[in-house]
């Protein structure tokens, strides 16, 4: 799974470029506010296994206007920083790396 440069952004964390994409369109469940908000990382030059990351916050485009904060560069950040020291290695081919930040998320009925 990699992040296509097409919509993606890129960020510096601790001297190191990545790449990092949220979805425009929300998926099925994401639209209906069934399941929360996800990003993906990779590192911008070298890139390895994927970071998955499951926000706490609906999708911003969801069918029913919840309210949800926006993914910010600062969020990534510290998202990018805690999966590092958690273990991912960004460079290293491999499967997804998951990080689940989802603690808090409700779900719409």
């Not at 990382?41 to 969801?62: F, I, K, M, R, Y």
């Not at 990534?76 to 290293?92: D, K, S």
Request: hydrophobic share 35%; net charge positive; proline share 10%.
């Amino acid at each position: 799974m990699a992040v296509g440069r097409k919509g993606s952004r890129r960020i510096v964390v601790d001297g190191t470029a990545y790449r990092w994409r949220l979805r425009r369109r929300p998926t099925y469940f994401q639209a209906l506010s069934w399941t929360p908000c996800t990003f993906a990382v990779e590192h911008a030059d070298a890139p390895g296994a994927t970071l998955v990351v499951t926000t706490n916050q609906p999708h911003p485009s969801n069918w029913f206007g919840r309210e949800a904060k926006p993914v910010q560069p600062s969020g990534v950040a510290r998202a990018i920083q805690l999966a590092l020291r958690e273990g991912w290695i960004p460079t290293t081919p491999g499967v997804p790396f998951h990080l689940d930040q989802s603690a808090g998320f409700t779900q719409s009925p």
